[in-house]
Nanobody
Framework: VQLQAFGGGLVQAGGSLRLSCAAS????????MGWFRQAPGKEREFVAA????????YYADSVKGRFTISRDNAKNTVYLQMNSLKPEDTAVYYC?????????????????WGQGTQVTVSS
């Protein structure tokens, strides 16, 4: 499966962005999906995950209440709505497909990764 993330950009603090992750080559509808991010000089970190049917979601504490993950299995696409953005949200954001149908937060539980999209939040 190939994953392509897009929708990043430059936004002022307090603004919003919506990231999309389009899958091709195989269906993702039976797998959990996640978003991760990596800031310069830092390790890649978990942001959010969603179960195969969308019924369960899981968020990092740093984004809880501001970010919303969702999916449209008919379109083979996962979304990350980011509101109230802060400068510390600046990073390259990656989408990934999990090994299972659940919502893992560990990087090792994801087997396919997109190429990343840059999000820059100015103060």
């Amino acid at each position: 499966v190939q994953l392509q993330a897009f929708g990043g950009g430059l936004v002022q603090a307090g603004g919003s962005l919506r990231l999309s992750c389009a899958a091709s080559g195989d269906s993702i509808h039976i797998y959990g999906m996640g978003w991760f991010r990596q800031a310069p000089g830092k390790e890649r970190e978990f942001v959010a995950a969603i179960s195969w049917g969308g019924g369960r979601t899981y968020y990092a504490d740093s984004v809880k209440g501001r970010f919303t993950i969702s999916r449209d299995n008919a379109k083979n696409t996962v979304y990350l709505q980011m509101n109230s953005l802060k400068p510390e949200d600046t990073a390259v954001y990656y989408c990934a497909r999990a090994r299972s149908s659940s919502t893992p937060s560990q990087i090792g539980e994801y087997v396919y990764w997109g190429q990343g999209t840059q999000v820059t939040v100015s103060s």
